[in-house]
């Protein structure tokens, strides 16, 4: 599941959490496949952002990602721990991008 | 240069700062009495609008993990228990301190009790509610020595991301204490259970902790995976390293800690929005 702001969604994704407006009632259901047309509803109205279906991970590219987790591991303190957590973390990404 | 002397008496007078919300004055007097009951606590939360909301959001947020099931204060005193409701309120009433001690803070101690549950539930550990309140309180020394030195510690905050060290050595040498003691002394003056006092504790010393061992090196490795994961912010850019009697206790297989990684992400990606500002 991805939290995607309004001017990042794109037609054909998929909702996996209700849009609901300031008066609590549900304008896209769960499950809807968002069109252009939805869309600019979405943008009319008064929300920053939906749920989508796909990795939060794909926010952001592979590459920068993995980059960012490598320098944060090389900063910090090592051990054979560290090492495994280092190493699930990179396969972690990789799997969520296939 | 601070007198340690006098440290801990400041640490435990934070209540009468007059930064202090008025809210969390009333409420540390309300748990601070041993012999509180659940429903005094009830009246208490029932009487303040403000607090009600933010219970209600807590209680069904990712934290707690029972999405829009609760809808009253009573129901949640009911589903939660004494201790883990005193500290949850502690947990909501101290969110504008650590959004002023330090920006992603907050984000920070919910990731690591939410992570802190998903690794108990792996681990089938009883109380998991108890693990959840204990992540977000975790940090609360630092809230303390934020609020009673907010300039000090400030500048200790800049000088671990300039320096690129862990803001625990550099709290150690200006204050000859970390946030963990002075966590642990605002845990004994406010009446924290005892397992959460050691938890506070020890979270960066897992390996002293005696009588609350796994739930205590659980807190450690949710903390860890917090910031191996870069979701919010808790003082540097650093991840501290996995004490491995600590990993031993808990006893995450390799395919098992892929999957708390796993599922840290949709948990994070939920709590990434939960804020408590009153709409």
Redo the contacts between chains.
């Keep these: ?3 995607v702001a309004i001017a990042n969604v794109k037609t054909g994704m998929k909702l996996l959490k209700p849009v609901i407006n300031d008066s609590g009632m549900v304008m896209l259901g769960e499950g809807t496949i968002l069109t252009d047309q939805m869309i600019n509803k979405l943008n009319n109205m008064n929300i920053s ?1 939906v ?1 989508v279906e796909g ?3 794909k926010t952001k590219s592979k590459e920068a990602l993995i980059n ?2 490598n320098e ?2 090389q ?8 090492v ?3 190493k ?2 990179i ?2 990404i990789e799997e ?1 991008y296939k | 240069m601070i007198d340690t002397k006098n440290l801990r008496s400041q640490i435990e007078k934070i209540d009468t700062l007059p930064t202090i919300p008025s809210t969390l004055r009333k409420l540390l007097s309300v748990i601070e009495d041993p012999k509180v009951s659940l429903s005094d606590i009830g009246s208490f939360i029932s009487n303040d609008p403000v607090l009600t909301s933010r219970v209600i959001k807590v209680v069904n947020s990712p934290i707690y993990g029972f999405p829009g099931r609760i809808s009253s204060v009573n129901q949640a005193l009911i589903l939660l228990g004494l201790n883990v409701v005193k500290g949850m309120l502690l947990g909501v009433s101290v969110f504008e301190a650590m959004k002023k001690t330090m920006e992603g803070l907050w984000e920070h101690s919910i990731g690591c009790a939410v992570t802190s549950k998903i690794i108990g539930t792996k681990k089938g550990l009883a109380d998991i509610e108890e693990l959840s309140v204990a992540g977000i309180l975790h940090d609360i020394g630092k809230v303390a020595m934020g609020l009673k030195f907010l300039d000090e510690y400030k500048g200790l905050i800049k000088k671990a991301i300039d320096k690129n060290v862990l803001l625990i050595d550099l709290e150690k040498e200006l204050f000859f204490v970390t946030h963990s003691e002075t966590g642990a002394w605002i845990g004994q003056r406010w009446n924290f259970p005892k397992s959460l006092i050691e938890i506070l504790e020890y979270h960066h010393k897992p390996q002293l902790s005696k009588n609350y061992a796994i739930q205590t090196a659980v807190v450690h490795l949710a903390d860890i995976l917090v910031r191996a994961k870069g979701f919010g912010f808790a003082g540097d850019y650093l991840i501290p390293t996995i004490n491995p009697i600590a990993w031993q206790r808990v006893g995450l297989s390799k395919d098992e800690l892929k999957e708390v990684i796993a599922e840290m992400e949709d948990s994070l990606a939920e709590s990434g929005e939960f804020n408590l500002e009153d709409d």
């Design positions: 599941m991805a939290k952002f749920y990795s939060q991970a960012e987790i944060r591991f900063k910090s303190g090592t051990n054979e721990q560290m495994l957590l280092h699930l973390m396969e972690h969520t």
